[in-house]
Protein backbone atom coordinates (compact mmCIF):
# COMPACT_ATOMS: atom_id res chain seq x y z
CA UNK A 1 0.00 0.00 0.00
CA UNK A 2 2.73 2.46 0.48
CA UNK A 3 4.31 2.08 -2.91
CA UNK A 4 0.60 2.47 -4.58
CA UNK A 5 -0.08 5.71 -2.25
CA UNK A 6 3.95 6.83 -3.36
CA UNK A 7 2.83 6.47 -7.22
CA UNK A 8 -0.26 8.10 -6.86
CA UNK A 9 1.78 11.28 -5.24
CA UNK A 10 4.76 10.71 -8.23
CA UNK A 11 1.48 11.03 -10.48
CA UNK A 12 -0.30 13.89 -9.22
CA UNK A 13 3.12 15.65 -8.66
CA UNK A 14 3.84 15.19 -12.22
CA UNK A 15 0.40 16.57 -13.07
CA UNK A 16 0.69 19.75 -11.15
CA UNK A 17 4.18 20.54 -12.22
CA UNK A 18 3.18 20.24 -15.93
CA UNK A 19 0.17 22.46 -15.96
CA UNK A 20 0.35 25.38 -18.64
CA UNK A 21 3.63 23.76 -19.25
CA UNK A 22 4.85 22.15 -22.87
CA UNK A 23 6.76 19.51 -21.08
CA UNK A 24 4.47 16.83 -21.80
CA UNK A 25 4.10 17.22 -25.28
CA UNK A 26 1.57 15.47 -27.26
CA UNK A 27 0.31 13.62 -24.17
CA UNK A 28 -3.20 14.22 -22.97
CA UNK A 29 -3.05 16.12 -19.36
CA UNK A 30 -6.20 14.06 -18.83
CA UNK A 31 -4.46 10.77 -18.71
CA UNK A 32 -2.37 12.23 -15.63
CA UNK A 33 -5.58 13.35 -13.63
CA UNK A 34 -7.56 9.77 -14.71
CA UNK A 35 -4.53 7.89 -13.27
CA UNK A 36 -5.44 10.00 -9.77
CA UNK A 37 -8.92 8.18 -9.97
CA UNK A 38 -7.62 4.43 -8.74
CA UNK A 39 -6.83 6.62 -5.81
CA UNK A 40 -10.57 5.09 -5.25
CA UNK A 41 -9.05 1.39 -4.98
CA UNK A 42 -7.44 2.53 -0.88
CA UNK A 43 -11.17 1.31 -0.18
CA UNK A 44 -9.83 -1.81 -0.43
CA UNK A 45 -8.17 -1.32 2.89
CA UNK A 46 -11.74 -1.56 4.54
CA UNK A 47 -11.54 -5.30 3.69
CA UNK A 48 -9.09 -5.91 6.38
CA UNK A 49 -10.92 -4.17 9.32
CA UNK A 50 -15.13 -4.95 7.71
CA UNK A 51 -15.96 -8.49 8.41
CA UNK A 52 -18.89 -8.48 6.01
CA UNK A 53 -16.83 -6.77 3.30
CA UNK A 54 -14.47 -9.31 3.84
CA UNK A 55 -16.21 -12.17 4.14
CA UNK A 56 -18.06 -10.84 0.58
CA UNK A 57 -15.16 -10.24 -1.33
CA UNK A 58 -13.68 -14.25 -0.22
CA UNK A 59 -16.73 -15.46 -1.61
CA UNK A 60 -16.87 -13.65 -5.24
CA UNK A 61 -13.55 -14.77 -5.81
CA UNK A 62 -13.76 -18.57 -4.68
CA UNK A 63 -17.30 -18.36 -6.41
CA UNK A 64 -15.22 -17.84 -9.61
CA UNK A 65 -14.30 -21.46 -10.54
CA UNK A 66 -17.77 -22.94 -10.01
CA UNK A 67 -19.34 -20.23 -12.18
CA UNK A 68 -17.27 -20.46 -14.78
CA UNK A 69 -18.46 -23.72 -15.41
CA UNK A 70 -21.53 -23.30 -14.83
CA UNK A 71 -21.48 -20.48 -17.43
CA UNK A 72 -19.49 -22.53 -19.87
CA UNK A 73 -22.16 -24.66 -19.95
CA UNK A 74 -24.78 -22.30 -20.38
CA UNK A 75 -22.53 -21.17 -23.37
CA UNK A 76 -23.10 -24.41 -25.00
CA UNK A 77 -26.54 -24.38 -24.24
CA UNK A 78 -27.04 -21.02 -25.84
CA UNK A 79 -25.10 -22.43 -29.25
CA UNK A 80 -27.02 -25.53 -29.32
CA UNK A 81 -30.29 -23.40 -29.23
CA UNK A 82 -29.30 -20.76 -31.62
CA UNK A 83 -28.68 -23.23 -34.39
CA UNK A 84 -32.18 -25.21 -33.62
CA UNK A 85 -33.78 -22.12 -33.78
CA UNK A 86 -32.22 -20.20 -36.43
CA UNK A 87 -33.18 -23.23 -38.52
CA UNK A 88 -36.83 -23.64 -37.77
CA UNK A 89 -37.76 -19.93 -37.19
CA UNK A 90 -34.91 -17.90 -39.33
CA UNK A 91 -37.57 -17.33 -41.81
CA UNK A 92 -40.77 -16.20 -39.12
CA UNK A 93 -41.50 -12.44 -40.40
CA UNK A 94 -41.06 -9.39 -38.44
CA UNK A 95 -43.35 -8.33 -35.79
CA UNK A 96 -42.55 -4.76 -34.81
CA UNK A 97 -45.31 -4.58 -32.04
CA UNK A 98 -44.05 -8.02 -30.54
CA UNK A 99 -40.35 -6.43 -30.13
CA UNK A 100 -39.34 -8.93 -32.70
CA UNK A 101 -37.84 -6.85 -35.83
CA UNK A 102 -34.20 -5.76 -36.80
CA UNK A 103 -31.37 -7.53 -34.95
CA UNK A 104 -33.65 -9.29 -32.64
CA UNK A 105 -35.07 -12.00 -34.64
CA UNK A 106 -33.89 -15.54 -35.67
CA UNK A 107 -32.57 -14.89 -38.95
CA UNK A 108 -29.03 -14.36 -37.84
CA UNK A 109 -26.71 -15.93 -35.45
CA UNK A 110 -26.10 -12.44 -32.62
CA UNK A 111 -29.20 -11.75 -33.16
CA UNK A 112 -30.39 -15.44 -32.13
CA UNK A 113 -27.99 -15.42 -29.13
CA UNK A 114 -29.44 -11.62 -27.94
CA UNK A 115 -32.99 -13.06 -27.78
CA UNK A 116 -31.86 -15.99 -26.00
CA UNK A 117 -30.31 -14.43 -23.23
CA UNK A 118 -33.16 -12.12 -22.67
CA UNK A 119 -35.21 -15.24 -22.76
CA UNK A 120 -32.82 -16.98 -20.26
CA UNK A 121 -33.98 -13.73 -17.70
CA UNK A 122 -37.83 -14.19 -18.39
CA UNK A 123 -37.75 -10.90 -20.11
CA UNK A 124 -40.59 -10.78 -22.65
CA UNK A 125 -40.21 -14.49 -23.34
CA UNK A 126 -43.84 -14.95 -23.69
CA UNK A 127 -43.34 -12.30 -26.65
CA UNK A 128 -40.95 -14.84 -28.58
CA UNK A 129 -43.23 -17.54 -28.35
CA UNK A 130 -46.12 -15.37 -29.78
CA UNK A 131 -43.84 -14.34 -32.52
CA UNK A 132 -42.52 -17.28 -33.54
CA UNK A 133 -46.47 -18.81 -33.38
CA UNK A 134 -47.45 -16.27 -35.78
CA UNK A 135 -49.99 -17.41 -38.14
CA UNK A 136 -52.16 -16.33 -41.14
CA UNK A 137 -53.58 -13.59 -42.30
CA UNK A 138 -50.62 -11.87 -40.16
CA UNK A 139 -48.18 -14.30 -42.17
CA UNK A 140 -47.79 -15.57 -45.83
CA UNK A 141 -49.69 -14.49 -48.78
CA UNK A 142 -51.91 -12.23 -46.38
CA UNK A 143 -49.51 -10.64 -45.28
CA UNK A 144 -47.49 -9.58 -48.45
CA UNK A 145 -43.79 -9.53 -46.83
CA UNK A 146 -42.63 -12.52 -47.72
CA UNK A 147 -42.54 -11.59 -51.68
CA UNK A 148 -40.19 -8.71 -50.67
CA UNK A 149 -37.47 -10.66 -48.54
CA UNK A 150 -37.75 -13.91 -49.70
CA UNK A 151 -39.20 -13.98 -53.25
CA UNK A 152 -37.09 -17.40 -53.72
CA UNK A 153 -39.04 -19.39 -51.34
CA UNK A 154 -42.69 -17.73 -51.67
CA UNK A 155 -43.32 -20.18 -54.98
CA UNK A 156 -42.43 -23.12 -52.84
CA UNK A 157 -43.92 -22.34 -49.77
CA UNK A 158 -46.37 -19.14 -49.90
CA UNK A 159 -46.51 -19.69 -45.89
CA UNK A 160 -42.50 -19.74 -45.61
CA UNK A 161 -42.79 -16.66 -43.15
CA UNK A 162 -44.80 -18.31 -40.95
CA UNK A 163 -44.37 -20.04 -37.38
CA UNK A 164 -44.78 -22.98 -35.97
CA UNK A 165 -46.69 -22.99 -32.43
CA UNK A 166 -46.10 -26.38 -31.16
CA UNK A 167 -42.13 -26.71 -31.84
CA UNK A 168 -42.24 -22.83 -30.73
CA UNK A 169 -43.88 -23.64 -27.41
CA UNK A 170 -41.77 -26.80 -27.34
CA UNK A 171 -38.13 -25.67 -27.74
CA UNK A 172 -39.08 -22.08 -25.83
CA UNK A 173 -40.54 -23.46 -23.10
CA UNK A 174 -37.70 -26.57 -22.57
CA UNK A 175 -34.94 -23.57 -23.05
CA UNK A 176 -36.62 -21.88 -20.14
CA UNK A 177 -36.55 -24.85 -18.01
CA UNK A 178 -32.82 -25.40 -18.64
CA UNK A 179 -31.74 -21.89 -19.01
CA UNK A 180 -33.93 -19.80 -16.50
CA UNK A 181 -34.88 -22.14 -14.51
CA UNK A 182 -31.64 -24.41 -13.50
CA UNK A 183 -28.45 -22.98 -14.68
CA UNK A 184 -29.23 -19.23 -13.58
CA UNK A 185 -30.60 -21.16 -10.51
CA UNK A 186 -27.17 -23.54 -10.40
CA UNK A 187 -25.28 -20.04 -10.45
CA UNK A 188 -27.02 -18.88 -7.28
CA UNK A 189 -26.20 -21.89 -5.69
CA UNK A 190 -22.46 -22.07 -6.38
CA UNK A 191 -22.42 -18.43 -5.18
CA UNK A 192 -24.50 -19.51 -1.56
CA UNK A 193 -22.92 -22.61 -0.83
CA UNK A 194 -19.24 -20.42 -1.45
CA UNK A 195 -20.95 -17.53 0.97
CA UNK A 196 -22.15 -20.20 3.98
CA UNK A 197 -18.17 -22.02 3.51
CA UNK A 198 -17.10 -18.53 3.83
CA UNK A 199 -19.06 -17.28 6.24
CA UNK A 200 -18.01 -20.94 8.80
CA UNK A 201 -14.33 -19.94 8.31
CA UNK A 202 -14.24 -16.25 8.87
CA UNK A 203 -16.58 -17.28 11.78
CA UNK A 204 -14.11 -19.69 13.46
CA UNK A 205 -12.60 -18.72 16.28
CA UNK A 206 -9.88 -20.82 15.65
CA UNK A 207 -8.69 -20.10 11.64
CA UNK A 208 -7.11 -22.21 9.60
CA UNK A 209 -4.05 -19.89 9.69
CA UNK A 210 -3.44 -20.19 13.22
CA UNK A 211 -4.01 -24.37 12.93
CA UNK A 212 -1.36 -24.29 10.31
CA UNK A 213 1.34 -21.96 12.95
CA UNK A 214 0.60 -24.71 15.13
CA UNK A 215 1.29 -27.64 13.45
CA UNK A 216 4.64 -25.76 12.32
CA UNK A 217 5.76 -24.64 16.08
CA UNK A 218 5.29 -28.83 16.71
CA UNK A 219 7.11 -29.78 14.44
CA UNK A 220 9.97 -27.98 16.17
CA UNK A 221 9.79 -30.29 18.85
CA UNK A 222 8.34 -33.34 17.17
CA UNK A 223 11.11 -33.99 13.73
CA UNK A 224 9.96 -37.26 13.52
CA UNK A 225 6.59 -36.84 13.17
CA UNK A 226 4.98 -39.48 15.30
CA UNK A 227 2.61 -36.53 17.13
CA UNK A 228 3.97 -36.97 20.34
CA UNK A 229 6.14 -34.65 22.45
CA UNK A 230 7.10 -34.63 26.05
CA UNK A 231 5.15 -32.54 28.48
CA UNK A 232 8.56 -30.76 29.28
CA UNK A 233 7.84 -28.83 25.96
CA UNK A 234 4.54 -28.12 26.66
CA UNK A 235 4.57 -24.52 28.10
CA UNK A 236 7.51 -23.66 25.10
CA UNK A 237 5.19 -24.51 22.65
CA UNK A 238 2.23 -22.41 23.78
CA UNK A 239 5.00 -19.63 24.55
CA UNK A 240 5.62 -19.52 20.93
CA UNK A 241 2.07 -19.85 19.46
CA UNK A 242 0.55 -16.58 19.07
CA UNK A 243 -3.36 -16.05 20.74
CA UNK A 244 -5.79 -17.70 20.80
CA UNK A 245 -3.99 -21.02 20.39
CA UNK A 246 -0.99 -19.60 22.74
CA UNK A 247 -0.34 -16.86 25.55
CA UNK A 248 2.36 -14.97 24.04
CA UNK A 249 5.81 -14.00 25.56
CA UNK A 250 4.21 -11.42 27.63
CA UNK A 251 2.49 -13.95 30.42
CA UNK A 252 4.19 -14.69 33.31
CA UNK A 253 5.21 -18.73 33.81
CA UNK A 254 2.48 -18.88 36.31
CA UNK A 255 -0.38 -17.56 34.26
CA UNK A 256 0.85 -20.03 31.39
CA UNK A 257 1.30 -22.93 33.87
CA UNK A 258 -2.36 -22.02 35.53
CA UNK A 259 -3.88 -22.05 31.85
CA UNK A 260 -2.06 -25.75 30.69
CA UNK A 261 -3.59 -26.93 33.63
CA UNK A 262 -7.34 -25.51 32.66
CA UNK A 263 -6.87 -26.90 29.09
CA UNK A 264 -7.32 -30.20 31.07
CA UNK A 265 -4.35 -31.87 28.42
CA UNK A 266 -3.83 -35.71 29.11
CA UNK A 267 -0.02 -36.70 29.48
CA UNK A 268 0.80 -40.35 29.07
CA UNK A 269 4.04 -41.35 30.02
CA UNK A 270 5.21 -38.21 30.28
CA UNK A 271 4.30 -37.19 26.44
CA UNK A 272 1.52 -35.34 25.51
CA UNK A 273 -0.33 -35.69 21.85
CA UNK A 274 -0.86 -33.44 18.88
CA UNK A 275 -4.63 -33.45 18.37
CA UNK A 276 -5.51 -33.59 22.14
CA UNK A 277 -3.17 -30.21 22.61
CA UNK A 278 -4.57 -28.54 19.47
CA UNK A 279 -8.23 -29.50 20.82
CA UNK A 280 -7.78 -28.74 24.74
CA UNK A 281 -5.91 -25.05 23.24
CA UNK A 282 -9.18 -24.70 21.15
CA UNK A 283 -11.56 -25.48 23.23
CA UNK A 284 -10.08 -23.05 26.14
CA UNK A 285 -10.36 -20.09 23.43
CA UNK A 286 -14.03 -21.46 22.97
CA UNK A 287 -15.02 -21.54 26.53
CA UNK A 288 -16.42 -24.80 26.58
CA UNK A 289 -16.70 -26.57 30.04
CA UNK A 290 -13.52 -29.32 30.64
CA UNK A 291 -14.22 -32.25 32.31
CA UNK A 292 -13.30 -32.34 36.21
Known amino acids: WNVFDFCLVVVAIVDLATVGTELLDGINPAVL ?13 LVRSAKGLRTSLYTVILSLPG ?21 VFGHVIEQPYLGYAGYATFDNFGGTLLLLIQSA ?3 GWNLIL ?20 YPEGAADDPYLDCGQPFLAAVLLCSFQLFAALILLNLMIGVVVDTFSNTSTKENLLVSMTEMLAFVEDWHIYD ?10 YLPGLIQ ?19 RITDAWIPARAGMVQFQEVLFALARLKAGQSLPE
Do not use: D, W
Open 33 to 45: RTLRMFRIARLLR
Open 67 to 87: LSNVFSLFLLLLVIYAIIVMS
Open 121 to 123: TTE
Open 130 to 149: EACSVQAPFCGPEAGALLEV
Open 223 to 232: RSSSYYISAH
Open 240 to 258: KLLPPLGFGRAVSVFYMMR
